[in-house]
């Protein structure tokens, strides 16, 4: 009997009110496994929730929980911004919480490498997740947006054991065709399938362009949304990564048993700001205010005044509470 791992994919919009997202997320789910191609793991996107912090668990992690329980999948519903006591005030992690059949907390992975200026409120994590699959004796490797442009986090997850690598983004239109070939690099490199699931819509400043992809360990594109609305079940057969990574992708190219082979040194893997291309490097901006000074520098973002951007923190914790208190 093969492996075989039917995958959900949840494409969506997103708004600053927590419960909107929640609400769609929950409609979203009941559809997709409302059909004879059901999902065993869903996933969801970046920023579900990130003007309504919590710790995890919380009352956002249970409820997810109950999703997972409710359904008997595995989830990873999408990220939220986590609260915790050992960051600064003001600091949160971009957090993707993961839970099994049972509903169960299993890991959470933080996001590694925040978006900044963007993410200026973001702290980087430094756990690497994959986590067991043991009803189909595989690894899953998480991560978050822009952790994908950064190779020795996939690579990381890979030697981990990982047979998917699964990205959740929010990622702008600016940046599709910037990233689109990423996608197909990391799952080559790697021998891996590579899902990535993207925001549709308007989110702030940004048009979300979509896109989600399943990419197989071979490089082909096995499914691709568009820029709307989408749900999809894509089955992957978790046996194709085996056959690769044993016998060669394609039959041909060998990477993870060369990298074994030759193991090449990596002389700043303990520290890699000893390296010599940072020593005349600037640090990066943190924040906006950073960005605009250094732009300015170089003879850009001189014209034009910036829109203010406020959020209602208060409306969204209320509607928040509101809507876990309805399904009590």
């Known amino acids: 009997m093969g492996r075989f791992l039917n995958v959900g994919i949840i494409q969506m919009p997103i708004s600053k009110d927590t419960a ?9 789910l009941s559809r997709i496994m409302s059909g004879y191609h059901k999902p065993e793991l869903v996933v969801g996107v970046e920023c579900l929730q990130c003007y309504t912090p919590e710790p995890i668990p919380g009352p956002s992690s249970d409820y997810f929980a109950r999703l997972a329980k409710q359904y008997e999948i595995y989830f990873i519903p999408g990220t939220v911004y986590e609260y915790s006591e050992e960051l600064p005030k003001g600091m949160y992690y971009n957090s993707a919480p ?34 067991d699959l043991p009803e189909k004796q ?9 952790d994908m442009n950064f190779p020795e986090i996939s690579r990381n997850e890979t030697l981990m054991g990982a047979e998917v690598l699964i990205k959740l983004t929010m990622d702008p239109q600016e940046l599709y065709q910037l990233n689109k070939h990423v996608h197909y690099t990391r799952a080559l490199e790697n021998q891996a399938y ?25 490089g082909n594109l096995l499914w691709e949304g568009e820029q709307e609305e989408a749900i999809a079940t894509v089955t992957l057969d978790l046996d194709l990564v ?8 394609c039959f041909m190219d060998h990477y993870l048993q060369h990298l074994k082979l030759f193991s090449p040194p990596m002389p700043f893997a303990e520290d890699v700001t000893a390296a010599p291309v940072f020593h005349n490097m600037t640090a990066p901006a943190r924040n906006p205010e950073e960005y605009e000074k250094r732009m300015q520098k170089i003879g850009a973002s001189q014209l034009g005044k910036k829109a203010a951007a406020q959020a209602d ?13 309805e399904r009590r």
């Open 194 to 218: 590579l899902v990535s699931t993207n925001c549709v819509g308007k989110f702030g400043a940004f048009q979300l362009y979509g896109h989600s992809q399943v990419i197989s360990p071979e």
């Open 242 to 249: 085996k056959r690769c990574r044993e016998y060669g992708t």
């Open 98 to 131: 993961i839970y099994d059949p049972k509903g169960r907390l299993i890991d959470v992975y933080r996001k590694m490498c925040p978006w900044y200026p963007s993410e200026e409120f973001a702290a980087p994590g430094n756990h690497y997740v994959a986590f």
């Open 20 to 28: 909107q997202n929640y609400e769609y997320l929950e409609d979203a």
């Open 138 to 146: 595989t690894k899953i490797g998480v991560q978050i947006c822009y």
């Open 313 to 325: 923190i208060e409306k969204y914790q209320k509607n928040l509470k509101a809507f876990f208190e």
